[in-house]
């Protein structure tokens, strides 16, 4: 079936919809929703059978809706209406919510019922992540359902008021800034925590600190520290921590207000966005290994970085052991990690292979694994171009580190998405464990950048040269059973990601204790010796970075402008030519015919060529949510 994907951006639901229908066998285009007259233009040039609205900011045309099905999918129970619906859901303390695919009318979110799906809202959990994850799933469900009962031909969808009895409207109002306000005088510790998370990707909560206006995002509960509240009181790992009438949260980004007729702020990590305003505090660590860890407690049982028994706290990475497994956790704010945060894993990443394991499990969470260098850090350094430099280096030495371990097993589990040099960083791993749900983006060629982090020697071979070439070319994302099914994962675990983590460790302590475990690993010791003979990693290392180096520290590179226009979520002026080709069996082939480094090359500098053009293609760097959660 021809479907035509209307969304107001790439976002990572879209991501997930755009693949799955398109692993279905259906012809999927994508068209963003960048005003009436391109989306008119996007409709005749398709003819779709079908338009699928997975995450939309403004309404379709009447002229498009009336003459064509449009199915909106909307984050709310059946009867829910309203732009935040996932706000109300978190502000309310609702355990149990939902998603409804419904008919586009002249009603917003009052068209009639094709499908929906329940989830759940597990406690402590983000807006942002709860979005990537729950929502995700129950989101696919339903449309794959609605999809399905639309081709039948028979189906016949039913109003809101009649699709179940016990159902009720309720339209809710936009959350506005006066409910997210924190009172830190009289808010409790999990009161604050709950209005953080509940706007942890956007829109941030708007307050007041060190007699400015800032945008918080995230938060995390702290039980030991303590001090007068709303006082700041310390910093950890680039966050800061600041009191509450009974406690104290860490906050991991901030974001300045814009200035009326300013440039778009950004979030940055806490303490690297306030700079010199920064008062003198104590940088207080936290240990990796986690103080009271119960035998056989699995990783993703608790909320991203925090204790599960004892006092809470927060730090982004962890490690704990099993028996012969470590499991080395890690959770950077939308999946970017800095120069800052990729030399600490490194250090942790040795610190666990310091352990007697057999196995170690890289990641294992819910939500994301990773998404590369960290943009917005460069875009804020005084050098971007130095910065740049030293984020991917950094990134290279702990995806070496990875490859030139031999004496045990390295697993990469994905929770949730990973792009660009994410991806890569998986790959590294000796198997790649992958939720369903998750949707990878193993590519770079959208932010104009040739990639580097070993690439050009784990994906061929794991997929092969002409597979390599087609994913880096095509720059697509790709299914968690796609990926499968190509081997660029090993396994898929089908799981809620509430219990990913539980099911990451059984299967790992099953490979642990496996017979032939420590065959596998003599024979990767004996693997890498040969491939380090037939071409070491560091000409490898070395034939990347020459690519970077000469993007980075050219000032007219695309690169540049599309670092920029990412950071500062700058509106694109059209929809990029590779989505409205969309899964169209019709694929130019722009092969060179030579090796794989060679064809991707030039297919990279292609587009990066064009990459001006592109700046809509920022969007899946990422994957993440956007503002309409």
Same mark, same amino acid.
């Given at each position: 079936? &021809?479907?035509?994907?209307?969304?107001?951006?790439?976002?990572?639901?879209?991501?997930?919809?755009?693949?799955?229908?398109?692993?279905?066998? *259906?012809?999927?285009?994508?068209?963003?929703?960048?005003?009436?007259?391109?989306?008119?233009?996007?409709?005749?040039?398709?003819?779709? #059978? =079908?338009?699928?609205?997975?995450?939309?900011?403004?309404?379709?045309?009447?002229?498009?809706?009336?003459?064509?099905?449009? =199915?909106?999918?909307?984050?709310?129970?059946?009867?829910?209406?309203?732009?935040?619906?996932?706000?109300?859901?978190? *502000?309310?303390?609702?355990?149990?919510?939902?998603v409804t695919v419904l008919q586009a009318s002249g009603e917003m979110d009052g068209g009639a019922v094709w499908a929906s799906a329940r989830c759940s809202v597990p406690p402590a959990v983000g807006k942002s992540d709860l979005y990537r994850n729950e929502i995700s799933d129950a989101a696919l469900e339903?449309?794959?359902?609605?999809?399905?009962?639309?081709?039948?031909?028979?189906?016949?969808?039913?109003?809101?008021?009649?699709?179940?009895?016990?159902?009720?409207?309720?339209?809710?109002?936009?959350?506005?800034?006066?409910?997210?306000?924190?009172?830190?005088?009289?808010?409790?510790?999990?009161?604050?925590?709950?209005?953080?998370?509940?706007?942890?990707?956007?829109?941030?909560?708007? &307050?007041?600190?060190?007699?400015?206006?800032?945008?918080?995002?995230?938060?995390?509960?702290?039980?030991?520290?303590?001090?007068?509240?709303?006082?700041?009181?310390?910093?950890?790992?680039?966050?800061?921590?600041?009191?509450?009438?009974?406690?104290?949260?860490?906050?991991?980004? =901030?974001?300045?207000?814009?200035?009326?007729?300013?440039?778009?702020?950004?979030?940055?990590?806490?303490?690297?966005?306030?700079?010199?305003?920064?008062?003198?505090?104590?940088?207080?660590?936290?240990?990796?290994?986690?103080?009271?860890?119960?035998?056989?407690?699995?990783?993703?049982?608790?909320?991203?970085?925090?204790?599960? *028994?004892?006092?809470?706290?927060? %730090?982004?990475?962890?490690?704990?052991?099993?028996?012969?497994?470590?499991?080395?956790?890690?959770?950077?704010?939308?999946?970017?990690?800095?120069?800052?945060?990729?030399?600490?894993?490194?250090?942790?990443?040795?610190?666990?292979?310091?352990?007697?394991?057999?196995?170690?499990?890289?990641?294992? %969470?819910?939500?994301?694994?990773?998404?590369?260098?960290?943009?917005?850090?460069?875009?804020?350094?005084?050098?971007?171009?130095?910065?740049?430099?030293?984020?991917?280096?950094?990134? &290279?030495?702990?995806?070496?580190?990875?490859?030139?371990?031999?004496?045990?097993?390295?697993? %990469?589990?994905?929770?949730?998405?990973?792009?660009?040099?994410?991806?890569?960083?998986?790959?590294?791993?000796?198997?790649?464990?992958?939720? %369903?749900?998750?949707?990878?983006?193993?590519?770079?060629?959208?932010?104009?950048?040739?990639?580097?982090?070993?690439?050009?020697?784990?994906?061929?071979?794991?997929?092969?040269?002409?597979?390599?070439?087609?994913?880096?070319?095509?720059?697509?994302?790709?299914?968690?059973?796609?990926?499968?099914?190509?081997?660029?994962?090993?396994?898929?675990?089908?799981?809620?990601?509430?219990?990913?983590?539980?099911?990451?460790? *059984?299967?790992?302590?099953?490979?642990?204790?496996?017979?032939?475990?420590?065959?596998?690993?003599?024979?990767?010791?004996?693997?890498?010796?040969?491939?380090?003979?037939?071409?070491?990693?560091?000409?490898?290392?070395?034939?990347?970075?020459? #690519?970077?180096?000469?993007?980075?520290?050219?000032?007219?590179?695309?690169?540049?402008? =599309?670092?920029?226009?990412?950071?500062?979520?700058?509106?694109?002026?059209?929809?990029?030519?590779?989505?409205?080709?969309?899964?169209?069996?019709?694929?130019?082939?722009?092969?060179?015919?030579?090796?794989?480094? &060679?064809?991707?090359?030039?297919?990279?500098?292609?587009?990066?060529?064009?990459?001006?053009?592109?700046?809509?293609?920022?969007?899946?760097?990422?994957?993440?949510?956007?503002?309409?959660?």
């Open positions: 079936m &021809d479907i035509l994907l209307v969304a107001s951006a790439f976002n990572s639901l879209t991501q997930r919809v755009f693949a799955e229908l398109g692993d279905r066998g *259906h012809r999927v285009a994508l068209e963003l929703a960048l005003g009436d007259e391109p989306l008119r233009e996007a409709v005749r040039r398709t003819a779709p #059978e =079908l338009i699928v609205a997975p995450m939309l900011k403004t309404a379709i045309p009447p002229d498009i809706w009336s003459a064509h099905v449009c =199915l909106i999918v909307h984050p709310g129970p059946v009867g829910d209406r309203g732009p935040s619906s996932l706000d109300w859901a978190i *502000h309310t303390g609702a355990t149990d919510w939902g339903a449309v794959l359902l609605a999809v399905e009962r639309f081709a039948s031909g028979t189906y016949v969808p039913r109003s809101q008021e009649t699709t179940d009895p016990g159902v009720e409207v309720c339209v809710r109002p936009y959350f506005e800034q006066g409910l997210r306000r924190v009172d830190w005088a009289s808010d409790p510790t999990d009161t604050v925590v709950r209005k953080l998370r509940g706007a942890d990707s956007q829109p941030g909560v708007l &307050d007041e600190l060190l007699e400015e206006e800032w945008y918080l995002h995230g938060g995390h509960a702290e039980d030991t520290l303590r001090g007068r509240p709303g006082e700041l009181l310390a910093t950890r790992s680039g966050a800061l921590c600041r009191a509450t009438v009974d406690g104290a949260v860490w906050i991991p980004e =901030l974001r300045p207000r814009r200035r009326a007729g300013g440039p778009a702020t950004f979030k940055l990590p806490a303490a690297l966005a306030l700079g010199d305003r920064l008062p003198a505090l104590p940088e207080i660590t936290a240990p990796w290994n986690r103080p009271g860890q119960q035998p056989g407690e699995a990783p993703g049982e608790q909320a991203p970085g925090e204790q599960s *028994h004892g006092l809470r706290t927060w %730090s982004d990475i962890r490690y704990r052991e099993d028996g012969p497994v470590g499991f080395l956790s890690f959770t950077f704010p939308g999946g970017a990690m800095s120069t800052e945060q990729c030399r600490r894993l490194l250090t942790a990443y040795r610190f666990a292979c310091a352990r007697p394991t057999t196995v170690l499990v890289l990641g294992g %969470s819910r939500d994301f694994f990773s998404n590369g260098i960290h943009l917005n850090v460069i875009e804020a350094a005084a050098d971007p171009a130095r910065e740049s430099w030293e984020n991917i280096n950094a990134m &290279d030495d702990l995806v070496e580190a990875i490859l030139t371990t031999t004496d045990r097993l390295i697993v %990469s589990a994905l929770g949730g998405n990973a792009a660009a040099g994410g991806a890569m960083l998986a790959l590294a791993a000796d198997q790649v464990w992958c939720r %369903s749900g998750a949707v990878l983006n193993p590519h770079y060629r959208l932010m104009g950048l040739y990639g580097s982090e070993y690439w050009t020697y784990t994906l061929p071979r794991r997929v092969g040269a002409e597979e390599a070439e087609r994913l880096t070319r095509r720059a697509l994302p790709v299914t968690a059973a796609r990926a499968r099914e190509i081997g660029l994962v090993d396994v898929v675990i089908n799981s809620t990601p509430q219990d990913f983590g539980s099911a990451v460790a *059984h299967h790992a302590a099953r490979l642990a204790s496996a017979p032939g475990t420590q065959q596998r690993v003599s024979e990767k010791k004996a693997a890498r010796e040969r491939d380090e003979a037939v071409e070491p990693l560091s000409a490898y290392r070395e034939r990347e970075l020459a #690519e970077m180096r000469a993007t980075f520290f050219d000032p007219g590179a695309p690169y540049h402008a =599309l670092r920029a226009a990412f950071a500062r979520k700058v509106k694109p002026s059209s929809t990029p030519e590779h989505l409205r080709a969309g899964t169209s069996p019709v694929v130019r082939d722009e092969r060179t015919g030579g090796a794989t480094s &060679d064809a991707t090359r030039h297919a990279t500098r292609g587009a990066a060529r064009g990459a001006t053009s592109a700046a809509a293609g920022v969007q899946p760097l990422t994957g993440h949510s956007s503002g309409s959660l």
